[in-house]
């Protein structure tokens, strides 16, 4: 593989931040008229696509950019204090070696991905860190990176944890690596044809050659 730059998304992929996610959910869920998700009820939902998510627990579209607006701005203060994915902290700095740069493209805040990667002293790593408010948005944010490094298609690597982030690589033109350890099911994610399934951090290091 001739992967120059790799992207990461967030929550599920570098950072464990489904409880917190859940728990911010059902605080906001009396607000919007929802009803709340118990911890019983995540593995069922890992099946789910996006679409069928929404359509699951009952949330409009329109509603979407405000839940994240708040609820990100809700993981803030607690941010600093959640888990990275077990076993990544070893591995990036030595992916990082191999490649000309690192970014993090994500639907959480900006903020929120720099605090948490100060507080694990992994900050220094990463070039940029970009998002958006859009659940479906990624596809652009990853063609305008290719377009801002003047890399081709192939030279680029987006590493996601749900079917959506597939969707939004295809969508792009951009290879893509699904870890199986966030939110979407391995059977999910495997339906979508990425060109990678990673089942634990280790296996990054096959995707590129040796320094």
């Avoid at 990100?72 to 191999?98: K, W």
């Avoid at 699904?178 to 399934?197: D, I, K, R």
Wanted: positive net charge; hydrophobic residues 40%; aromatic residues 8%.
């Amino acid at each position: 593989m001739a992967y120059r730059t790799i992207i990461f998304d967030f929550d599920g992929t570098l950072a464990d931040t489904l409880e917190e996610s859940r728990q911010i959910f059902n605080r906001l869920a009396p607000d919007y008229k929802l009803r709340q998700v118990s911890a019983e009820e995540l593995p069922a939902l890992r099946h789910f696509s996006l679409k069928e998510l929404l359509r699951h627990l009952g949330i409009p579209k329109r509603r979407v950019p405000g839940l994240i607006a708040r609820g990100t701005s809700m993981m803030r203060g607690n941010v600093t204090n959640l888990d990275l994915i077990e076993g990544i902290d070893a591995i990036l700095p030595q992916l990082r070696e191999r490649c000309d740069a690192f970014g993090v493209l994500t639907s959480n805040a900006p903020a929120n991905v720099d605090l948490f990667l100060r507080a694990k002293g992994l900050r220094g790593l990463f070039n940029f860190i970009s998002s958006t408010s859009k659940l479906t948005g990624k596809a652009k944010h990853l063609r305008a990176i290719r377009k801002t490094f003047s890399l081709k298609s192939e030279e680029m690597l987006y590493v996601g944890d749900e079917i959506r982030d597939i969707k939004a690589s295809k969508k792009a033109g951009i290879p893509v690596a699904a870890v199986t350890w966030g939110f979407n099911s391995p059977e999910a994610l495997t339906a979508e044809t990425p060109e990678h399934l990673i089942s634990s951090p280790g296996e990054f290091l096959a995707l590129l050659p040796p320094e």
